[in-house]
């Protein structure tokens, strides 16, 4: 049966040997403990570290350590001291970590960690490959193991792969500064589905794709190395059954049930009419806007002072990654801004700020979201950020108010929240005010529509959308109908290239037989392309065409030469053999006059594109421009030429990072079709790797034997990968 292995750093479980003794702890943060109630439902496998290193590992205590691991299905990779060191802490936490987050001033960026980066990822790959069979599908996780996708990919190039990026993606002129970008985006891009929580996130991926790979984009869709890659926003879910039954269940607790934390928090509550209480939780982590948060509250002290001793805010920050300086930097900014608030506002029975620096068990984390009036969610960048949607998910009696920051993943889902921006201190204290004065009834309204919006969008519905999502990617790569050449196609052809009937061989130039360049005239043809092209073309009984959309000058000018019948224009001009050019069609050029100048306000707003005059047709170039920029002139000019050849016989032509505008009597599959009633060929050929050879692929007999260069959708029969495969399937067929 096929599985699903899912793969990220660190293992659902933490193992850590104390007093000799072994301690199994379930993980903290969002992607552990989404995926958990994924993984305990599924057959499959789940790769990641167990959280001792190697050198911690007591050798009498490995057969134990293994057997808790594999009792959860889970598979560990052995990590060293030296590895955490630079690739946990190092690489993934002092740079990719910050870097995403907006915080460039803590990126910090060295090859030694950036080395171990790529030895761990290895290791992980590795694992994968050792577990992974036919037909499985590999789910890769978050920032930590960026280059895992590839390297999988690389070894297993038909095994499904998805990655999903629990975190945010920065904006292009964020990522651009960092020194490896085009590497990590290179692993990423091993996958046949990423995810992001938001559409944000996902937009921002793709434009650093388009910019710093120069690679196509279609809407979601990348093209690289020849697969398709679908990129899409799936928002995680929490499990909302677990925590709304906690809370069901809690509810119902008598007082001898009840923690000491419960205790306290009744003991506060039941003090007086009106008193209230207020509650975050997060790893003491610097995105999270943890000082943010208590400056704010400071601020809304000193403006609401009506509030003293009837409200209290409670603080759970959970440890985390204290081993990178600027965590433990804010450890001691919180202990001290939490120390001076209390002392300048506490009174004999009362502290504003209860704060926990702790891991708490689940049953208390309950206790503190059950019994809080307010959640108050404050983080300055967050990817998601779950312990909104479970404060959410345990409001039983509907009431209760959530304060969200809009720089939260989950704000673009909860719009009921009172959405703030964590940097604005006013606007915070003015949300904490309205909170606490919020009549009951607008917060049971404001509460259902956000616990309908967190109960139906779970975290199992969340993966299950990825799941088919990656299914649906698998089967759409397979339904490009065009056929990879094997053995046995490979053998046709050649056995019609040497047979002694007639043939003819269409063949494109740039993208078919050279690859682009950015200055068109640099394309010219090379030594080797001339002598695979004498070849073919010595052949007995063989016609050679070159069929290109340049114009006459310049194909005269590199072919004018050779014997090989020439076809200029997308088959407006002709050059059979040894004789002169002939324009099959009589086209008018009247148009050209008003199309020019439009043409050319274009080329004035958007750098870097130009017009080349052909004699027949005009073509815009933007294979030079700022791809994003060059996709929103795109749309303009197209409506703009649009409602200008509409009732003339003039049409718009899309080729690779140009369109063209000409008469709709001409096209490649005309000229085609003249030729080969000029030349009746047994056999033909025809080779070509944009939209305009399309009409080619179209247009001649079903005999034909046509190929793309690419993997897109066509009507050719077969594809290649690249420039460099169309020359050896040529050369094959010379042998
Ligand atoms: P992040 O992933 O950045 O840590 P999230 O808010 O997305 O932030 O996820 C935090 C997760 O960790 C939540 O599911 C929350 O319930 C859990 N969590 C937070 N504090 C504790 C704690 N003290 N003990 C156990 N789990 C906790
Ligand atoms: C965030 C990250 C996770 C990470 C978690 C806890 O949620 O997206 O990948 O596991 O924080 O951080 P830690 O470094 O302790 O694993």
């Not at 691991?69 to 598979?75: A, G, L, R």
């Not at 294979?623 to 200008?644: C, G, P, Y």
Request: glycine share 4%.
């Amino acid at each position: 049966m096929n599985k699903t292995i899912i793969v990220s750093n660190r293992l659902p479980l933490q193992i850590s040997i104390e007093n000799e003794e072994l301690e199994v702890t379930p993980s903290v943060g969002g992607l552990a403990t989404g995926l958990k109630s994924v993984h305990k439902d599924g057959n499959g496998i789940w790769i990641g570290w167990s959280g001792i290193t190697q050198e911690e590992l007591d050798p009498r205590l490995e057969a134990e350590v293994n057997e808790a691991i594999t009792k959860e299905q889970c598979v560990s990779v052995n990590l060293t001291e030296s590895d955490l060191d630079l690739y946990y802490y190092g690489f993934s936490n002092r740079t990719l970590w910050p870097l995403f987050h907006y915080f460039i001033e803590y990126t910090e960026y060295n090859t030694e960690s950036w080395e171990a980066y790529k030895r761990v990822n290895q290791k992980f790959a590795n694992k994968v490959l050792e577990y992974a069979e036919d037909g499985d599908k590999i789910w890769i996780q978050d920032y930590q193991l960026l280059l895992v996708p590839a390297l999988v990919k690389k070894n297993k190039p038909d095994i499904s792969i998805g990655f999903f990026n629990h975190i945010p993606f920065p904006s292009y002129e964020i990522f651009r500064t960092f020194p490896k970008r085009k590497e990590l985006l290179r692993g990423m891009l091993g996958a046949d589905l990423i995810g992001f929580h938001t559409y944000d996130y996902e937009r921002h991926f793709l434009s650093s794709v388009k910019r710093i790979l120069s690679l196509d984009v279609n809407f979601n869709k990348v093209t690289y190395e020849n697969r398709i890659i679908k990129v899409d926003s799936f928002p995680m879910g929490i499990d909302y059954k677990k925590f709304k039954q906690a809370a069901l269940d809690h509810d119902k607790m008598n007082e001898d049930e009840k923690s000491e934390i419960q205790k306290r928090l009744d003991q506060h509550l039941q003090k007086e009419d009106g008193v209230k209480m207020i509650l975050s939780i997060d790893r003491m982590d610097y995105t999270k806007g943890i000082p943010n948060r208590i400056k704010a509250f400071e601020y809304f002290l000193n403006k609401y002072p009506e509030f003293h001793e009837k409200i209290r805010l409670i603080m759970l920050a959970v440890p985390s990654r204290s081993q990178v300086p600027q965590y433990q930097k804010l450890k001691q900014e919180t202990d001290e801004l939490v120390g001076r608030i209390n002392g300048k506002y506490s009174t004999v029975s009362w502290t504003p700020i209860w704060y926990f620096y702790r891991t708490l068990p689940f049953k208390n984390l309950i206790d503190l979201y059950t019994s809080s009036d307010i959640a108050l969610i404050t983080p300055v960048r967050d990817g998601m950020n779950l312990v909104a949607k479970e404060y959410v998910a345990t409001r039983t009696r509907k009431d209760g108010v959530l304060i969200l920051s809009e720089m939260t993943g989950a704000s673009k889902e909860l719009n009921e929240a009172l959405l703030i921006n964590p940097f604005n201190f006013e606007e915070i204290a003015d949300s904490i005010k309205q909170a606490l004065e919020m009549p009951v009834p607008e917060q049971k309204q404001r509460m259902i529509a956000l616990q309908k919006r967190v109960s139906r969008y779970s975290v199992k519905k969340w993966a299950n959308e990825f799941m088919n999502s990656l299914h649906q990617v698998d089967k759409a790569y397979h339904i490009i109908q065009a056929k990879k050449i094997k053995k046995k196609d490979l053998e046709v052809f050649k056995t019609r290239m040497s047979s002694n009937k007639q043939k003819i061989l269409f063949l494109d130039y740039d993208g078919t037989l050279v690859n682009f360049t950015n200055n068109p005239l640099d394309a010219k043809p090379d030594q080797e392309l001339f002598s695979i092209l004498n070849k073919l073309n010595a052949k007995k009984n063989t016609k050679l065409v070159i069929i290109s959309g340049r114009d006459k000058k310049t194909l005269n000018k590199w072919f004018g030469h050779t014997p090989y019948i020439l076809v200029s224009d997308h088959g407006v001009s002709m050059r059979l053999e040894s004789e002169n050019w002939k324009t099959m069609e009589r086209l008018k050029t009247d148009w050209m006059e008003d199309v020019l100048p439009v043409l050319e306000t274009f080329v004035d707003r958007t750098p870097g594109t130009l017009v080349e005059k052909k004699k027949f047709s005009l073509a815009w170039h933007y294979r030079n421009t700022d791809v994003e920029l060059a996709e929103k002139r795109l749309v303009e000019i197209k409506t703009v030429l649009t409602s200008f050849i509409s009732n003339t016989d003039l049409t718009l032509l899309e080729g690779n990072k140009v369109i063209e505008i000409k008469s709709s009597k001409v096209n490649k599959g005309r000229a085609c079709s003249n030729l080969v009633s000029l030349f009746p060929s047994d056999h033909i050929f025809v080779f070509g790797d944009d939209w305009t050879d399309e009409f080619m692929f179209e247009e001649l007999p079903e005999r034909a034997l046509s190929v793309k260069v690419g993997v897109q959708k066509t009507k050719a029969n077969y594809y290649v990968k690249s420039v460099e495969q169309v020359r050896e399937l040529l050369k094959a067929m010379i042998e």
